[in-house]
């Protein structure tokens, strides 16, 4: 345990001498910022007023910085209440994929023979198809809501999370410290999460922040799919979806802010991620 | 290479086979009545109740299934719920649509991505391989709609360039469709880009530093000829791996892409598929993109073992 | 003058009792032009007949044209051009339509894409125009003395696009075939039963009626885009979809190629009935979505819109180089609440709802305009029997709704908005949801897509919204979504005395009894408030400036045939 500690605190300064991880953590960090304490900066109230709609798609003006939409509500504040939503949904998708997916990887991994090879089987299948379209198939049978689609990202996630805790549970699961555990009559289940687990813990993180950056993408796909579920709620591919239509008309404030929003979370939500996995790596 | 060809292509068909189970029963919890779902909300229940008959939806779902795979291996899809038309003409259609699109995307972006990947790894750690490697990060993991947006915007309405749907006229040519489809392949390159150069970049890298790399550099052969000979020979190995397994994720983002851009390819019927509980459809392309992606993981892994003898031998370790 | 109060006079004698009335009123200038020409051409008065006795009195109500904006291309329909007959090459047309929600299948339509699709190669009996019905296949149609029976006769010599002739038994098939149940048909229930039609000979067809219909000219036109007329061969062998082997049909043009889902090439139908066709090709493409449509169109890669929401199409509506055509409709929304259980079981809680909603802000906003308020119940005042001083127009009223929702002790109550993605509702649904949040009435969202929606919550949901395309008279709307036994009930409503007021209603064949049971009907509605109908959505077509002759209707019909593109 003792070299796993130093090499924790190697790994911390190397974090902190990575520009690219400074930037994409400022962005992220004012990104989650927005997403708790939106409701107190926004200048309007996101859900508007019936009557805004009488000024719907008003261009940037001093009084609305970013125009207003297609039912009269000023951008900026949605653009800034938005945040919460894909930062609710993504983490939560990302979690519920780590925990399963570790505890299937470690599982698969430790025993192996059939039952790996069966699961690896229908993993296989499962990863044949895209993610988007997976979820898709899945949503359309659940409803588009909220909770379906941090459900069906969740559940896409198990699989890809699950293989790669099963390659590094595999090589882990050969070591002696494994065998004296088994010698000492400790059960599967200890030695799965107790003995193995603090030891995939790197590439456990690796694949968390590298998904994160995923579901974030997938979030905001789906919702300008239409599988996003309650309109009122703002949320960024819902409003591209709903907008992009005025572009030709150059009407382009309603579309254009949710993209940059969207680009910038998920480019630094991702400069995190490559930043944690090239310490891992090296 | 025999015995391995043949292990991985039957893995593949195993892995099919799970995939048309999966499918069939993610597609049968689509909830609600196919009948009123076809034939609207402005129809007699009677009308509703008759065609879900005819449908055969109302039967037990083993024997629905067994129904279906029996069609499946004789290349019968079944019919199109809502179009009344084979599942596999329409797929047949959507397909070479899509074809084009990806090829057109992918004759794009693996020269570029290659070259950048390869700049990379040259001037390693320099600014230039940072910003190749940072904007590759960001646009792969932008999403389509968003940098589809993006380049409607600047290339179809402000600068006119180029049009901003896919559907090329009806008996337009060929360069004339290709002009169609530049704008939609290039949020499909963006994405693509970032994770070939990154692969390409590391492979260089690994090659550069590798024995055979500084003992031809030692015997004095020119930077070039090195680089040429040895070093891309053996790190565009796994680029070719990588490509081949993209398949799968061009198919996810031209959903979105093709619904942006109005195409009538593969992704916007699955789309409109699962909008109208249209099983046979759903089921039909789903599986068609899982045999593509078979197909092309099998064929990456024939060349990598062709070019890589070391995996032909440990194959069937 | 001596000559004209002679043929008049003429007119009148052969008149039936119903016409000459008509006659009479109008030239006593107790109704308008345009009602005259409207309520005379559903009695069965030829249109010569109708435009002379126009043309001699009455009012000078000249403002018939139901066409606003910035132009008028509707009123050019009547020019005929020579000019594309002589330029170089064929005429091709390009036009854009939405995703057809399934089989290109006369008996299955239901949704505009298909209706505007089938418009263009097939016809029915009559054609319900924005202005008045007119004659398609049929050149004339009579009915018997108290509406239960209608004779209608064929033009002579009408071919279909593959050369064969079209016969009254081809019509008996057609509405055979409909009142057998095989179409989700606009027909409505009640009219027609099987055996009701019987041809009398080539070109002549009778309707025996279960009950007088007043306005069964309607039932039988373009409005009811089911009722295309068909040859039998097709209804014998009739299975989902055959239609779309061969695609024959009595309209101005025929398929050429068709690509499911995505388009299809036409070209002149020789065999047409009607005046030379201009166009020579149409290119017809599928768009997924409005705002796709609107996209290809400031594009210059289509030609024609038949019809975009305004709340999709705003920059198109502000678009200097579109030529933008609006037509009142009787399409509309209805937003419903179950009568029956649930939190809107009390009237009180109906009408506070109805109260909360700011019907001008969603005309002027949502529907930019080019629409009408909506006072909660169907009869348009495009309808015959519409009734204008009925009840006082509803508006935004927040102490009245507050009062109701506190006396009903509700306050607090939360509650699901079940509706489709379509057009506007999606936005329309956030206005009621933001009416909800201003009584105390906490409305959560649930869009689905249209089948889902159909499928699942329709007619099984607390409040929900539905799109009704136009009809040019309210029976549908009376019938099936309001009455007790109606299929389409989805506020469940149940009152006998409603149910009474609409049979009476649809029998009535005199216009003045017609409108005193409308002005009952429309003020039992505004009270018990099954349904919120804020407004009125008009048509809006665009082509480039300068385009003359595009007809389109309520319904969604595209009438191109003396179409000239301008731009």
């Given at each position: 345990m003792t070299t796993a500690g130093v090499s924790r605190s190697q790994r911390l300064s190397q974090l902190r001498g990575s520009a690219t991880f400074w930037v994409g953590a400022s962005i992220t960090l004012t990104w989650i910022v927005f997403a708790i304490f939106g409701d107190f900066v926004t200048p309007y109230d996101p859900a508007g007023t019936p009557t805004d709609i009488l000024d719907r798609?008003?261009?940037?003006?001093?009084?609305h910085l970013m125009g207003t939409d297609s039912l009269g509500r000023d951008v900026l504040s949605r653009l800034l209440a938005g945040a919460r939503q894909v930062l609710i949904v993504a983490p939560a998708a990302t979690s519920i994929g780590t925990v399963a997916g570790t505890a299937m990887g470690l599982v698969t991994g430790y025993f192996g023979g059939w039952i790996d090879e069966i699961t690896s089987r229908i993993l296989d299948a499962f990863l044949s198809i895209p993610l988007i379209i997976t979820a898709m198939l899945v949503l359309a049978a659940l409803g588009p809501t909220t909770v379906g689609v941090i459900l069906v990202i969740g559940l896409v996630f198990t699989p890809i999370i699950a293989r790669t805790v099963r390659a590094s549970t595999l090589s882990e699961a050969r070591l002696d410290y494994v065998t004296a555990a088994r010698l000492r009559g400790e059960g599967p289940i200890h030695i799965m999460f107790i003995e193995i687990l603090p030891n995939v813990m790197g590439p456990i993180v690796v694949e968390f922040t590298v998904r994160l950056g995923y579901a974030i993408f997938t979030t905001l796909a789906l919702s300008f799919l239409g599988?996003?579920?309650?309109?009122?709620?703002?949320?960024w591919g819902q409003s591209i979806s709903n907008h992009y239509v005025f572009l030709s008309g150059d009407v382009w404030w309603p579309t254009l802010f949710p993209a940059l929003a969207i680009a910038s979370l998920v480019v630094g939500v991702n400069l995190v991620a490559d930043a944690i996995a090239q310490i891992f790596e090296t | 290479m025999l015995r391995f060809l043949l292990r991985r292509l039957g893995l593949a068909m195993v892995s099919l086979w799970l995939l048309s189970v999966l499918v069939f029963i993610g597609t049968n919890l689509l909830p609600g009545d196919v009948g009123r779902r076809i034939l609207?909300?402005?129809?007699?229940q009677e009308s509703v109740d008759l065609l879900n008959a005819r449908l055969g939806t109302d039967r037990p779902l083993l024997t629905q299934y067994l129904d279906y795979l029996g069609g499946v291996l004789t290349g019968d899809l079944g019919d199109s719920v809502s179009f009344a038309r084979p599942v596999t003409e329409m797929l047949g259609t959507a397909l070479g649509n899509s074809t084009k699109l990806a090829l057109l995307a992918f004759v794009m972006v693996v020269p570029l991505s290659i070259l950048g990947g390869v700049i990379a790894a040259l001037k390693r750690d320099t600014v230039i391989d940072r910003s190749i490697t940072v904007f590759g990060l960001s646009a792969t993991v932008i999403p389509e709609f968003v940098s589809g947006i993006v380049v409607i915007v600047i290339f179809a309405i402000s600068l006119r360039w180029l049009p901003g749907g896919a559907q090329a006229p009806a008996g337009s040519g060929v360069f004339e469709q290709i002009r169609y489809l530049i704008l939609p392949a290039i949020p499909l390159v963006l994405v693509l880009f970032g994770y070939i150069a990154r692969i390409t970049r590391a492979g260089m890298i690994d090659a550069l530093d590798a024995d055979y790399t500084r003992t031809a550099t030692l015997k004095g052969l020119p930077r070039r000829t090195v680089i040429r000979r040895h070093v891309m020979r053996n790190a565009l190995l796994p680029t070719i791996a990588v490509v081949a397994t993209q398949v799968g994720s061009l198919f996810g983002g031209l959903v979105a892409v093709e619904i942006l851009f109005n195409y009538q390819g593969v992704g916007r019927l699955i789309f409109d598929a699962a909008q109208k509980a249209d099983f046979p459809l759903l089921a039909g392309g789903v599986l068609v993109i899982g045999v593509i992606y078979q197909a092309a993981t099998v064929l990456a892994d024939m060349l990598y073992g062709v070019l890589n003898p070391r995996v032909r031998l440990g194959a069937d370790a | 003058m001596g000559d004209t109060s002679k043929r008049i006079d003429e007119i009148r004698q052969a008149a039936t009792p119903v016409e000459t009335e008509l006659i009479d009123e109008y030239m006593a200038h107790r109704i308008s032009r345009r009602d005259f020409i409207r309520r005379g051409s559903i009695a069965g008065m030829s249109l010569p007949v109708l435009g002379f006795i126009a043309a001699c009195g009455g009012d000078s109500d000249e403002t018939t044209t139901t066409t606003a904006g910035s132009t008028d291309t509707t009123a050019a329909a009547g020019d005929t051009t020579t000019t594309a007959a002589t330029s170089e090459g064929p005429v091709t047309v390009r036009i854009g339509l939405g995703s057809p929600a399934g089989v290109i299948d006369p008996v299955l339509i239901n949704d505009e894409a298909r209706i505007q699709f089938i418009s263009l190669i097939a016809d029915t009996l009559t054609f319900s125009s924005a202005t008045g019905l007119r004659p398609a296949l049929a050149e004339s149609w009579e009915p018997n003395e108290d509406g239960t029976q209608w004779l209608f006769t064929l033009r002579e010599g009408l071919l279909y696009s593959d050369g064969t002739p079209i016969t009254a038994d081809d019509v008996v098939a057609t509405f055979e075939g409909i009142a057998e149940g095989n179409a989700a048909s606009?027909?409505?229930?009640?009219?027609l039963s099987p055996g009701g039609t019987v041809a009398i000979d080539e070109r002549t067809v009778q309707f025996n009626l279960d009950a007088s219909v007043g306005a069964f000219p309607f039932i039988v036109s373009s409005d009811n885009y089911n009722a295309v007329i068909l040859p039998r061969s097709f209804w014998d062998s009739y299975g989902e979809g055959s239609y779309e082997a061969n695609f024959v049909g009595s309209g101005p043009f025929m398929v050429e190629s068709f690509a499911p889902g995505q388009g299809a090439v036409l070209v002149r139908n020789e065999n047409y009935w009607g005046p030379a066709v201009v166009p020579d090709r149409v290119e017809v493409t599928f768009f997924a979505d409005g705002p796709a449509v609107i996209s290809a169109f400031q594009e210059g890669r289509i030609d024609v819109i038949p019809s975009f929401s305004a709340a999709e199409g705003q920059t198109l509506l502000n678009d200097p180089d579109a030529q933008i055509s609006v037509i009142e409709t009787s399409e509309h929304r209805q937003i419903h609440m179950n009568t029956q259980e649930g939190l809107f079981a009390d009237k009180r809680v109906r009408q506070a709802l109805a109260f909360a909603v700011n019907r001008q802000a969603m005309v002027d906003g949502l529907l930019a305009s080019n629409g009408a308020l909506g006072n909660d119940h169907p009869i348009s005042p495009l309808h015959p029997g519409y009734h204008p001083d009925a009840v006082a127009q509803k508006e935004e009223d927040l102490a009245t709704a507050n009062a109701l929702i506190d006396e009903a002790g509700v306050r607090g109550a939360e509650v699901t908005l079940n509706a489709p993605a379509f057009e506007e509702i999606e936005l329309l649904a956030q206005l009621v949801q933001g009416a909800g949040a201003q009584i105390g009435l906490t409305i959560n969202l649930q869009i689905d897509d249209q089948g889902t929606y159909y499928g699942n919550y329709w007619l099984d949901s607390t409040l929900g919204i539905t799109n009704y395309g136009h009809r040019g008279v309210a029976n549908v709307f009376l019938g099936a979504p309001l009455r007790s036994d109606g299929t389409w009930n989805s506020a469940k409503f149940n009152n006998p005395d409603f149910d009474a007021l609409v049979d009476a209603f649809v029998a009535e064949t005199d216009e003045d009894a017609q409108r005193e049971l409308g002005g009952q009907i429309q003020a039992l509605l505004w009270d018990e408030v099954p349904i919120i109908i804020p407004f009125f959505i008009s048509n809006n077509s665009a082509t480039r400036q300068g385009t003359t002759g595009l007809e389109t209707t309520g319904m969604g019909h595209v009438v191109i045939t003396e179409l000239v593109l301008g731009g």
């Open positions: 798609l008003a261009p940037p003006s001093s009084e599988f996003g579920g309650d309109p009122s709620i703002p949320d | 609207g909300p402005f129809a007699t | 606009a027909l409505g229930t009640g009219a």
